[in-house]
């Protein structure tokens, strides 16, 4: 059966040149990279070379990556490596659980929390962010592009706001590193937060920028590696991975060559919406990374549609990976204002570097035959409540 996927944006096939530069880190070249033997250094070189690649995406020194098991922990480390009970943190109401829920923790640690709250688009509104700030923030963490609906945060101002108070400011950069330039200079940030899987590198893999002279309380306790930053014998071969996706990803933003990408994820957009009535984009309006729409379409099952076009070959989701399955509706699609049925039924699609113009035309061929087949069954579609 063929079989098309479009959810990018919950992980990336690794692509066939990164496995190839990681293949024989698995074998031949297998020394622990803080053994001085051969073995060692050899690992260590190659290591040290993925860190140039990544500082390189990233517009940073190499001495400023800090490898981690992925975004998750790099999000972590960032937020509990820099507050303290007591503080005040600013954070925003449509962050991945890896923040939102760090965030949680923050406030049962006796820290404080302002969620800001975001509009229509999906936007965090600056003013906002200033509004909040108090003499104990401490840090400002608000993503770059969420993994939902795409939307692009105005970080570069939130990094202004955050350099005249004089607060830390990270930013959750894994669903923007590869879709659009990540300049960590450019954002003004002190921390930020990339994750492998994401880009073409496999899972269990991450990087958190760190600003030079930044100290964080480290996570693990144990050797020095990473600079005392994070203890831990490194995951080479993923590492490895990781600076080879890091360099194609650069060369493709250098080259425009998301520009296919962008054009693909329009069509889609632009098709379902001519030919699937009462349907529309969540965050349209709002600048987005090039690769996602997540789109309505009222009176379905988010769920149910995402199971009817599987059984038909093709992979998308109803929004953040690990939320799936749950009853209850998108944190980040309500807090844009939609209400719980129309969040419910929404889907995103997100496309990857392997995807092609003709899996898009597979997708089409099958998306609305399978709305209108759903909304025959649903009892809530009346065809003539319906207005185009
Ligand atoms: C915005 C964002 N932050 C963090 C993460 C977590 O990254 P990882 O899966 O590498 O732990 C994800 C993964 O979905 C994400 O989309």
Redesign the pocket.
Known sequence: MRRVYFDN???TPVLPEVFEVMRPYFAEHFGNASSIHHHGQETRAAVERSREAVADLLGCRASEVVFT???????NVAIFGLTRPGDHVITSTI??H??LNSCKRLQEMGCEVTFVPVDGRGLVDPDDVRRALRPDTRLITI?M???ETGVLQPVEEIGKIAAEADVYYHT?A??AAGKVPVGTKRIGCDLL?I????LHAP??V?ALYVRKGTILQPLFYGGSHERSRRAGTENVAGIIGLGKAAEIAKQGLDSGGLAQMAEMRDRIQKTILSEVEASGVNGEGAPRVPNTTNIYFDYIEGEALVIALDLKGLAVSTG???SSGAIEPSHVLTAMGLPPERARASIRFSLGKQNTPEEVDFALSLIPQTVARLRELSPVYNKTAVSH
């Open positions: 944006n919950a992980t098991s992925g975004g998750t922990e790099a999000d962050e991945h890896a923040v993503m592009a969420n993994n959750d894994v669903q937060s994750s492998g899987h994401k899972q269990g991450g953040a990976a690990c």
